[in-house]
């Protein structure tokens, strides 16, 4: 290890995910590990230009691991986005002795920390937290694999009501520009058809595919749609349009919504939040910034902030092709 830093920032911004507090649960006890201090910072960035600050001890973070939401809480600045109050951020976070930053959040919370230290050369490390999983450099996201199973259950329950009633459901998942939870849920729960933002498969060709489950003999029909689904109509008038070309369906639209942002962390986000949060310590005490640090291979590895925002996730091609011969 390089010179230590002798006080560490951390934070929640944007969208909450579950995992968030075991990811703040494992950078208080890495600094605690590594005899730095820690301070929590609440509500993002705007906290920090409010001077919204408490100091977190090993024992401050007990018992919960297994929540979800943020104990730091989030929020959106406005105040951010101007030189003013970031610069009124720093002196907070000068006064206060702390050296250096972890952002846990997304893109636009990274986007921030990169402004700052661009500004102020103010140490920031990023842990992605999402559910959406669309930040580039690592394979999961944390609460993404929460995400993604509070979703398949709820598909799951709602294809017991679809095959009592011959009933055709549109399940819409969120998802405004990535469809991986779309993709992977729907794959997983089965469904007849999924619409993603990354493929525009058309109206004609989803009809197409349920006539094609209806004549095989299927009496109903789970369609996983993904918010940002490119098909022109939102849920609704998607399941009008199918109601008015088959009428021999009783169409239904449910919208899981922030249902998935909630709900305690799996196995899978608890472990992957332990890992970053102890190695965003370790590079915050190494010297290094404006990094994030992400799972690749199910190996912790880093990505330069600017990278993580701008590049581009792939959906998976060949899980697409598997849906395709799985709706057969």
Not at 100 to 125: A, Q, R, W
Request: proline letters at 2%.
């Amino acid at each position: 290890m390089g010179k230590k830093l002798k006080k560490i920032g951390v934070m929640t911004s944007g969208g909450d995910s579950p995992g968030m507090n075991a990811a703040i649960r494992s950078v208080v006890r890495a600094c605690a590990y590594y005899r730095t201090e820690c301070v929590g910072i609440y509500r993002g960035y705007q906290g920090m230009i409010e001077g919204d600050f408490v100091p977190m001890s090993a024992r401050s973070v007990n018992n919960i691991i297994h929540k979800g939401g943020t104990i730091l809480q989030s929020a959106r600045s406005k105040d951010f986005r101007t030189k003013e109050g970031r610069k009124k951020a720093y002196d907070n976070l000068t006064e206060q002795g702390i050296e250096g930053l972890v952002v846990i959040g997304g893109d636009g919370s990274f986007t921030g920390g990169v402004v700052f230290n661009k500004e102020y050369n103010f140490p920031v490390i990023g842990i992605p937290g999402t559910i959406d999983n669309d930040i580039f450099g690592t394979s999961h996201t944390l609460g993404y694999d929460t995400a993604l199973n509070t979703a398949m259950e709820a598909i799951d329950k709602i294809r017991d009501t679809a095959s009592s009633h011959n009933r055709l459901f549109f399940v819409e998942v969120m998802g405004r520009d990535a469809g991986f939870i779309a993709l992977n849920a729907g794959v997983g729960a089965g469904a007849e058809e999924i619409l993603i933002p990354e493929e525009d498969l058309g109206l004609n060709r989803m009809l197409e595919s349920l006539k094609k489950s209806r004549r095989s003999g299927k009496s109903s029909s789970i369609v996983v749609i993904a918010e940002g689904d490119k098909s022109g109509k939102n849920v609704y008038e998607l399941a009008d349009y199918v109601e008015q070309n088959m009428p021999e369906y009783e169409v239904r639209v449910s919208v899981l919504g922030h249902m998935q942002r909630g709900g305690s962390p799996t196995c899978f986000d608890r472990v992957l939040a332990s890992r970053l949060g102890v190695k965003a310590v370790e590079l915050l005490i190494d010297g290094k910034s404006n990094l994030m640090v992400g799972l690749e291979n199910d190996k912790i590895s880093t990505t330069n902030l600017e990278k993580a925002i701008k590049g581009q996730c792939e959906i998976d091609m060949e899980l697409l092709r598997v849906s395709d011969i799985m709706t057969t």
